[in-house]
């Protein structure tokens, strides 16, 4: 298993603005996924890019991956108070279970 | 239909002692994993059960075992506990099939004193 390295570890922005977080790894992926967090609560789902995939939208969220650089970025756009969360990335591959890292910590701003 | 359920929600324990972690898949889904998370960490993969046998298994000492029945559902046994292993305790399951996206629980958070 490989564990993907998010950046930064907290970002703050006020409501309406965009938010972007980065993820790194360190090997050859099938699929990279994207996961949130509240505060004390499980992780949720959130979207899955295969490594033939470059781009993915689903709603306000944008996932890119490249697979040249092993990074991955996801792009939260007109972020809400409601999408305050810590956000991991987990590389996928082989028959290896998903491994996190510690997330990248969002506060939006009203 | 019913997401991944977990029990109890909290639960505190003195050192020493052992504790069962309980857990529900997601209906249709028979792969559970266990993840531990302590605050402000991302969650630790502890272990993972398939057709009630263990098949992987995080770097996490002997004294965590689990269990897998019949009906997917699974057990998270944790003996003699150590104040470290205060934590949110995550249950996931997923059905069958390579890195298939994770279905959590809201934890059980456990505290040891």
């Known amino acids: 298993s490989q564990q993907g390295e998010e950046d930064p570890q907290a970002l703050s922005i006020q409501e309406g603005e965009n938010a972007t977080m980065n993820c790194s790894y360190k090997t050859s992926i099938n699929n990279l996924q994207w996961y949130r967090q509240n505060s004390g609560r499980g992780l949720v789902h959130l979207i899955l890019?295969?490594?033939?995939?470059r781009e993915k939208h689903s709603g306000r969220l944008r996932v890119t991956l490249d697979t040249s650089k092993k990074s991955s970025s996801l792009l939260i756009t007109a972020s809400r108070a409601a999408d305050t969360a810590s956000y991991f990335c987990?590389?996928?591959?082989?028959?290896?279970?998903?491994?996190f890292g510690k997330g990248t910590r969002l506060s939006v701003i009203a | 239909d019913a997401g991944v359920t977990q029990s109890p929600t909290h639960l505190i324990k003195t050192r020493g002692q052992q504790v069962t972690l309980r857990c529900s898949p997601k209906s249709g889904h028979d792969t559970v994993s266990w993840y531990q998370q302590a605050l402000g960490q991302g969650p630790q993969f502890i272990f993972q059960?398939?057709?009630?046998?263990?098949?992987q298994r995080g770097n996490f000492p002997d004294r965590f075992s689990g269990h897998q029945f019949p009906n997917y559902s699974s057990e998270l046994n944790v003996n003699a506990l150590l104040l470290g292993d205060s934590a949110l305790y995550l249950c996931?399951?997923?059905?069958?099939?390579?890195?298939?996206?994770?279905?959590f629980g809201n934890g059980t958070r456990l505290t040891v004193t």
């Open positions: 996931a399951s997923s059905p069958t099939g390579t890195n298939s996206p994770l279905h």
């Open positions: 890019i295969r490594s033939n995939e």
């Open positions: 059960y398939y057709e009630e046998e263990e098949r």
């Open positions: 987990a590389p996928g591959g082989g028959n290896t279970p998903l491994v």
